[in-house]
C-alpha cells in the first residue's frame, strides 16, 4: 500500500517530465537544420515554466525522482549502445588528441575555475561537457558530485552556445586550412560537445568526414567511466575531509565498490555485454532511443526545478569559464594533429 502511495506521488511530476520531453522531441524534429537537441529544448521549456509556475507539492517529488533517479537510469541504459571495441577501431591517433584534450579541460580548467571563483563542481560540470560529451558527461558527473541543478543547467547552457558557434565555424575553418577528410573529423570528433552537434558539423564538411568524426565521438563517450571514477574518489575524499574537520570520526578503511557509482557499473556491464555482441542490433537501438528520451525527461525536470534568478547568481564568470577552455580544446586538438603530422 505504501508502494502505491509513493507511486502516485511520483506520477505527476514524472508524467509532466515526460510530456515536455516528447514536446522537446518534436520541436527538434521541425527544425529544418539540427542545430539544437532536444534535451537543450526540454532544459530551457523547463526554466521558461519555472519563471511563470513554480512546481507545487503535487508535481515536486516526482520531478525529484525524474531529475535524479530516471537520470541515472537513463545512463545505465547508454551502454547499451556503446562498443568498447570502437576504440581500437578508430585507433591510437584519436585517443592521443582526447589525452590532451581531457587534460586541457580539467588540467587548465581547474585553475581558471579558481581564477575565476567558480564553485568546483560547476567548473568540472563544464570541462567535462566541453572535453568529454557534453550533456552526457554532465548527467552522469552531477549525481557523483552532488551537484545543484542550477550548475547542471549552467553547464548544460554553457555547452550548448559554444556548440552551436562551432557547428558555424568549423565547416568553415576545416576547408579554410585544407583539412583532410579523416584530419577534420579527428578535429571536430575531439573539439565539438554534444554528440548531434559533433554530427552536424562533421557531414558539413563530407560525408567521410561526419562518419569518422561520429566514430571518434563514440570513443569519447567511453571516457564517462574513468571520469566518473575519478570524481567518485574526489567526491568521497572531501567528504571524510569534512567528516573529519567536523570532528566525526572518519573510519580509514577504504572500499573501491562504495566509491563507484552503481549506475556507472551498470552502464559499464551493458557497454562490455555490447561489446562482445550479446546484445541483439534491434535491441541495443532501441534501448538507446529510450535512454535518450528518459535523459531528456530528466533534463526537463532540471529545468523545472531551476530559476533564471539562482543562475544569475553565478554571474558572467561560467561563460567565460566555458568560452576559455572550449576555445584551449579546439586549439590543443588540431595542433596535436599538425604536432603528429596528420593534417
Given at each position: 500500500m505504501e508502494k502505491i502511495k509513493y507511486a502516485g506521488k511520483l506520477l505527476p511530476g514524472f508524467a509532466m517530465a515526460l510530456v515536455i520531453a516528447a514536446i522537446a522531441k518534436l520541436l527538434e524534429g521541425l527544425l529544418p537544420i539540427?542545430?539544437?537537441?532536444?534535451?537543450?529544448?526540454?532544459?530551457?521549456?523547463?526554466?521558461?515554466l519555472n519563471h511563470f509556475w513554480k512546481p507545487n507539492r503535487l508535481f515536486a517529488t516526482g520531478l525529484k525522482f525524474t531529475s535524479k533517479k530516471i537520470l541515472k537510469f537513463a545512463i545505465i541504459l547508454l551502454g547499451a549502445s556503446l562498443n568498447i571495441r570502437i576504440v581500437l577501431e578508430v585507433g591510437k591517433l584519436s585517443l592521443c588528441v582526447m589525452v590532451f584534450t581531457l587534460l586541457t579541460c580539467f588540467g587548465i580548467g581547474h585553475f581558471v575555475g579558481r581564477a575565476l571563483k567558480i564553485n568546483w563542481k560547476l567548473s568540472n560540470l563544464i570541462s567535462a561537457g566541453t572535453g568529454i560529451c557534453g550533456g552526457s558527461a554532465i548527467a552522469a558527473i552531477a549525481p557523483v558530485i552532488d551537484a545543484?541543478?542550477?550548475d547542471i543547467a549552467y553547464a548544460m547552457s554553457a555547452t550548448f552556445l559554444f556548440d552551436m558557434a562551432m557547428i558555424?565555424?568549423?565547416?568553415?575553418?576545416?576547408?579554410?586550412?585544407?583539412?583532410?577528410?579523416?584530419?577534420?573529423?579527428?578535429?571536430?570528433?575531439?573539439a565539438v560537445n554534444d554528440t548531434s552537434s559533433v554530427?552536424?558539423?562533421?557531414?558539413?564538411?563530407?560525408?567521410?568526414?561526419?562518419?569518422f568524426a561520429t566514430m571518434v565521438k563514440l570513443t569519447r563517450?567511453?571516457?564517462?567511466?574513468?571520469?566518473?571514477?575519478?570524481?567518485?574518489?574526489?567526491?568521497?575524499?572531501?567528504k571524510r575531509k569534512e567528516a573529519g574537520a567536523g570532528g566525526t570520526a572518519v573510519k580509514a578503511e577504504f572500499r573501491l565498490v562504495k566509491v563507484?557509482?552503481?549506475?556507472i557499473l551498470g552502464f559499464l556491464g551493458l557497454a562490455v555485454i555490447n561489446s562482445f555482441g550479446l546484445i541483439p542490433a534491434g535491441v541495443s537501438a532501441g534501448m538507446k532511443d529510450i535512454s535518450k528520451f528518459l535523459m531528456i525527461a530528466a533534463?526537463?525536470?532540471?529545468?523545472l526545478n531551476t530559476s533564471f534568478k539562482d543562475m544569475k547568481k553565478s554571474g558572467f564568470a561560467p561563460m567565460l569559464h566555458g568560452f576559455i577552455i572550449s576555445l584551449l580544446v579546439v586549439v590543443v586538438a588540431i595542433a596535436v594533429e599538425y604536432f603528429m603530422g596528420i593534417v
Open positions: 539540427h542545430l539544437i537537441g532536444a534535451s537543450v529544448i526540454a532544459l530551457f521549456i523547463g526554466m521558461i545543484d541543478d542550477s558555424v565555424l568549423f565547416p568553415i575553418m576545416g576547408q579554410a586550412m585544407g583539412l583532410t577528410d579523416m584530419a577534420y573529423g579527428l578535429w571536430a570528433g575531439t554530427v552536424a558539423a562533421g557531414y558539413a564538411f563530407s560525408e567521410a568526414a561526419g562518419d563517450t567511453l571516457s564517462i567511466i574513468p571520469t566518473v571514477i575519478a570524481f567518485a574518489l574526489i567526491s568521497a575524499h572531501l563507484i557509482p552503481w549506475f533534463l526537463a525536470a532540471i529545468g
